[in-house]
């Protein structure tokens, strides 16, 4: 490798001619020989690099398009790019150049000194006129002509466009590629005021007078401007967008015009807008998303009474069968019920049923949030809409987009929202407070109250129509006092709930227990049952439950329930047996064995089971 480079240094500097490897990539001037440095006055002994277009001044443009012909031809020359020395002596030289093989971006370039050139040429046409006469005129006509061809024919093949004004600002040359972008012919544009044409409007429609071009300015000024984002407009009206560069033009030292390089790039720009609002709109789904997952967080840390529905009673078996039938559709589901009967976990099990279940379930509770606030909560809102909104929010609709809203409590919902609820859902779209956007909307709603509908409607806690839009499939939920038979499998799932998460072991069930919970009237339905189970889980020691109901630390007495016939008795304690060989897998005896849980004798649960009839299948799940 060192050799190469030794035997092209050699070449290079034994070449008789001015000439130097220019890597374009980099406007580096790589090697030059001894004549190269005398022409342009450089210093070869200094190690500073070179830049090529240190010698070319205001010529840059037109040594750009020559570099295209070399790049296109392979071989190239011109006369029509004035270079300088380091210390600003103007230079006219001619200039060849093709490329250097298998390197890609570098020229050898040759230079001929015009001025000396012209000297011996002066010389030589003397001599030859003398003895041609008129024939070398004419073809030194001919060559001009030649010469001015070619130049057309390198601004024809560049593939921007370029057009030239003079001091007046009149066109004086456009070339093919700015006919084509423009729409304008040679015909249109030659000898008329270009910017009239072309450029006299901003994109936005303001007028763009000429004495704030940066084209004018480029001669008036003699300034080289670069413009990244400009409009042009087409003969046929319409605009597209540009970057330009505009260069002055020197005639023999005098200001002649400019000359201005442009190229479309109106589909980078339309690409740029796609990918802003591509951007955008992956912003917003990450803010969603990010809403969504803190949403979900919250349910998940929010400890749950239990995660599906526990009961044989009528009264559960016809909520779930009600489940079934909805879920599967898009139909609005209102659900009734007390507080504490467990009307959040019948819209789950509706939500976790439907087509929906991999979308998340919203779930706002109405009379959680202050009137004033609720607008903002449900909606969301834009940044500046309000002293709180520091920046854009999603509400609870938009985080249900896909899923399904739970209002809970929709009665407490102030009656002027309420009425703004129903033209978002009815209409499928949510509009933000403070925007004017309106975004679509595809939410499945599921309601809850506290109120019996009558109660509801006639005390105008709900508008009529919003109930109506509302209560498309009823379901209600039964207080615990009125599904008693339940309280044993409730009381059994909780208790071990509790106990697994307090790390306690679990205490036996007891049938005098159980005898006592279902004695109790439950004013908090399952919440409550919920609340008495977990401090149960707390205070007992040994194994044996200790249960406080009432919140007093006192036992209900069983004598305050109503009297209950000896086949209700034998039902119930059928029921409770059922229930704890389900819950230790059909063992009777030994530590963890149905009669332990029972607080009874083995043999004693032996006989009831036999004179109860209770055979393996009745276990079964």
Same mark, same amino acid.
């Given at each position: @490798?060192?050799?190469?480079?030794?035997?092209?240094?050699?070449?290079?500097?034994?070449?008789?001619?001015?000439?130097?490897?220019?890597?374009?990539?980099?406007?580096?001037?790589?090697?030059?020989?001894?004549?190269?440095?005398?022409?342009?006055?450089?210093? @070869?002994?200094?190690?500073?690099?070179?830049?090529?277009? #240190?010698?070319?001044?205001?010529?840059?443009?037109?040594?750009?398009?020559?570099?295209? $012909?070399?790049?296109?031809?392979?071989?190239? +020359?011109?006369?029509?790019?004035?270079?300088?020395?380091?210390? #600003?002596?103007?230079?006219?030289?001619?200039?060849?150049?093709?490329?250097?093989?298998?390197?890609?971006?570098?020229?050898?370039? &040759?230079?001929?000194?015009?001025?000396?050139?012209?000297?011996?040429?002066?010389?030589?046409?003397?001599?030859?006129?003398?003895? /041609?006469?008129?024939?070398? +005129?004419?073809?030194?006509? *001919?060559?001009?002509?030649?010469? $001015?061809?070619?130049?057309?024919?390198?601004?024809?093949?560049? #593939?921007?466009?370029?057009?030239? =004004?003079?001091?007046?600002?009149?066109?004086?040359?456009?070339?093919?590629?700015?006919?084509?972008?423009?729409?304008?012919?040679?015909?249109?544009?030659?000898?008329?005021?270009?910017?009239?044409?072309?450029?006299?409007?901003?994109?936005?429609?303001?007028?763009?007078?000429?004495?704030?071009?940066?084209?004018?300015?480029?001669?008036?000024?003699?300034?080289?401007?670069?413009?990244?984002?400009?409009?042009?407009?087409?003969?046929?009206?319409?605009?597209?967008?540009?970057?330009?560069? &505009?260069?002055?033009?020197?005639?023999?030292?005098?200001?002649?015009?400019?000359?201005?390089?442009?190229?479309?790039?109106? $589909?980078?720009?339309?690409? $740029?807008? %796609?990918?802003?609002? /591509?951007?955008?709109?992956?912003?917003?789904?990450?803010?969603?998303?990010?809403?969504?997952?803190?949403?979900?967080?919250? /349910?998940?840390?929010?400890?749950?009474?239990?995660?599906?529905?526990?009961?044989?009673?009528?009264?559960?078996?016809?909520?779930?069968? !009600?489940?079934?039938? =909805?879920?599967?559709?898009?139909?609005?589901?209102?659900?009734?019920?007390?507080?504490?009967?467990? %009307?959040?976990?019948?819209?789950?099990?509706?939500?976790?049923?439907?087509?929906?279940?991999?979308?998340?379930?919203?779930?706002?509770?109405?009379?959680?949030?202050?009137?004033?606030?609720?607008?903002?909560?449900?909606?969301?809102?834009?940044?500046?809409?309000?002293?709180?909104?520091?920046?854009?929010?999603?509400?609870?609709?938009?985080?249900?987009?896909?899923?399904?809203?739970?209002?809970?409590?929709?009665?407490?919902?102030?009656?002027?929202?309420?009425?703004?609820?129903?033209?978002?859902?009815?209409?499928?779209?949510?509009?933000?407070?403070?925007?004017?956007?309106?975004?679509?909307?595809?939410?499945?709603?599921?309601?809850?109250?506290?109120?019996?509908?009558?109660?509801?409607?006639?005390?105008? !806690?709900? !508008?009529?129509?919003?109930?109506?839009?509302?209560?498309?499939?009823?379901?209600?939920?039964?207080?615990?006092?009125?599904?008693?038979?339940?309280?044993?499998?409730?009381?059994?799932?909780?208790?071990?709930?509790?106990?697994?998460?307090?790390?306690?072991?679990?205490?036996?069930?007891?049938?005098?227990?159980?005898?006592?919970?279902?004695?109790?009237?439950?004013?908090?339905?399952?919440?409550?049952?919920?609340?008495?189970?977990?401090?149960?889980?707390?205070?007992?020691?040994?194994? %044996?439950?200790?249960?406080?109901?009432? #919140?007093?630390?006192?036992?209900?007495?069983?004598?305050?329930? &109503?009297?209950? *016939?000896?086949?209700?008795?034998?039902? @119930? @304690?059928?029921?409770?047996?059922?229930?704890?060989?389900?819950?230790?897998?059909?063992?009777?005896?030994?530590?963890?064995?149905? /009669?332990?849980?029972?607080?009874?004798?083995?043999?004693?649960?032996?006989?009831?089971?036999?004179?109860?009839?209770?055979?393996?299948?009745?276990?079964?799940?």
């Amino acid at each position: @490798m060192l050799d190469e480079r030794h035997q092209s240094d050699s070449l290079l500097a034994a070449f008789p001619d001015a000439a130097l490897v220019l890597d374009t990539t980099q406007d580096k001037v790589v090697a030059l020989n001894a004549a190269a440095a005398t022409l342009f006055g450089v210093d @070869m002994a200094s190690d500073r690099a070179l830049r090529f277009s #240190g010698f070319l001044g205001a010529a840059l443009a037109k040594f750009v398009v020559f570099v295209e $012909e070399v790049d296109h031809r392979g071989e190239c +020359w011109t006369r029509d790019v004035p270079l300088t020395t380091l210390d #600003g002596r103007p230079l006219r030289c001619e200039i060849r150049a093709r490329g250097v093989p298998d390197v890609a971006g570098c020229l050898l370039l &040759s230079f001929t000194d015009l001025d000396a050139f012209d000297k011996r040429t002066q010389i030589a046409e003397a001599a030859e006129l003398h003895r /041609a006469g008129l024939l070398e +005129w004419k073809r030194a006509e *001919t060559f001009f002509a030649e010469l $001015e061809r070619q130049n057309q024919l390198i601004l024809n093949a560049a #593939g921007e466009g370029i057009y030239g =004004v003079n001091a007046d600002g009149k066109t004086t040359f456009v070339n093919r590629a700015a006919q084509e972008m423009l729409g304008w012919t040679t015909q249109d544009l030659l000898g008329k005021d270009i910017h009239s044409m072309i450029h006299h409007h901003h994109l936005n429609g303001e007028i763009y007078p000429s004495q704030q071009c940066p084209i004018y300015r480029s001669f008036r000024f003699e300034q080289v401007h670069r413009i990244e984002d400009e409009v042009f407009w087409r003969k046929d009206g319409k605009p597209i967008r540009v970057e330009y560069v &505009s260069t002055p033009i020197y005639d023999q030292k005098v200001l002649a015009g400019a000359v201005v390089i442009f190229r479309d790039i109106t $589909e980078r720009k339309e690409g $740029e807008r %796609k990918l802003r609002e /591509a951007l955008d709109e992956v912003a917003a789904l990450r803010d969603r998303l990010e809403q969504e997952n803190e949403y979900l967080q919250e /349910a998940i840390s929010s400890e749950r009474a239990h995660h599906d529905i526990i009961g044989s009673s009528p009264a559960i078996r016809q909520v779930v069968t !009600r489940i079934d039938l =909805v879920a599967g559709t898009d139909a609005t589901v209102l659900i009734t019920g007390e507080a504490g009967t467990g %009307k959040a976990l019948v819209a789950t099990e509706i939500h976790k049923a439907s087509p929906r279940s991999r979308r998340p379930l919203i779930h706002f509770k109405c009379g959680s949030v202050a009137p004033e606030d609720v607008e903002a909560a449900l909606f969301g809102h834009v940044r500046g809409a309000g002293p709180n909104a520091a920046r854009d929010k999603p509400g609870k609709l938009e985080l249900a987009h896909g899923g399904s809203l739970f209002l809970d409590d929709v009665e407490e919902l102030p009656f002027e929202i309420q009425g703004k609820l129903l033209h978002a859902l009815q209409k499928s779209t949510v509009t933000r407070v403070g925007d004017t956007r309106e975004k679509p909307l595809d939410i499945r709603v599921i309601a809850a109250t506290t109120h019996a509908p009558t109660d509801t409607r006639s005390g105008n !806690r709900i !508008r009529e129509d919003l109930y109506l839009f509302l209560n498309v499939f009823p379901i209600s939920c039964m207080p615990l006092r009125d599904r008693l038979e339940d309280i044993p499998l409730l009381a059994a799932h909780l208790l071990k709930l509790a106990c697994r998460r307090h790390g306690r072991p679990v205490p036996v069930l007891t049938e005098r227990v159980v005898q006592q919970m279902q004695a109790y009237h439950w004013p908090g339905n399952v919440r409550e049952l919920h609340n008495v189970i977990e401090r149960a889980a707390i205070v007992s020691r040994d194994r %044996k439950l200790v249960l406080e109901l009432g #919140g007093g630390g006192q036992v209900a007495s069983p004598t305050n329930a &109503s009297v209950r *016939t000896e086949a209700e008795m034998q039902e @119930m @304690m059928r029921r409770n047996i059922i229930a704890a060989l389900r819950e230790t897998g059909g063992r009777v005896s030994g530590a963890s064995g149905a /009669a332990a849980l029972l607080d009874v004798q083995p043999t004693t649960l032996y006989s009831r089971i036999k004179s109860l009839g209770i055979d393996r299948s009745a276990i079964q799940p």
